[in-house]
């Protein structure tokens, strides 16, 4: 009788997070002038990430199988999500666990520097205009985000 290799259900979660915590990582390491006569020289310093890949994962795992969009209420799976930073760090927020929610990748380009609130305050104020105006509005904010967006998440 062969043992047959039993596949851990968490493996393509794990592998996903093991690729975000890798771009987090190079996104916020050292970063130097290649060239001119600062060639070599600290162009931007780095900024620690203050967690591990294992509580990334496991903060991932506590999301559920299936939860929200905490901005649009999209249905979203660990496995297609963007992390999203309530206040974004160029407005003096951190990377802590804290400071991070899981988004829907259109309302993470749309959002751009905006706190979680102003976000939701903009999103509250164009429900209250005409749908025709609510659409204007919508493609004028994803064309400024688009570079952020494949072209299949912009639907209207």
Known sequence: MSAKRIKNPNQP????????????IKRHEVK?????????????????????????FEW?????PVFRCPYC???????????DHEIPLGRGGSLDLANLSAVCKLCNALKGALTGEEYRHLRRSLETLHPDAQKSIYQRLKSGGFRWVKPKEIAA
């Open 13 to 24: 979660i794990k592998t996903r997070v093991h690729n975000m915590y890798g771009g987090m």
């Open 32 to 56: 130097y002038w290649k060239t001119g006569r600062r060639k070599g020289l600290i162009r931007v310093p780095a900024i620690p990430i203050p967690f591990t890949e294992a509580e990334l």
């Open 60 to 64: 991932t795992l506590n999301l559920g």
């Open 73 to 83: 209420s999209t249905l979203l799976t660990p496995l297609v999500f963007s992390v």
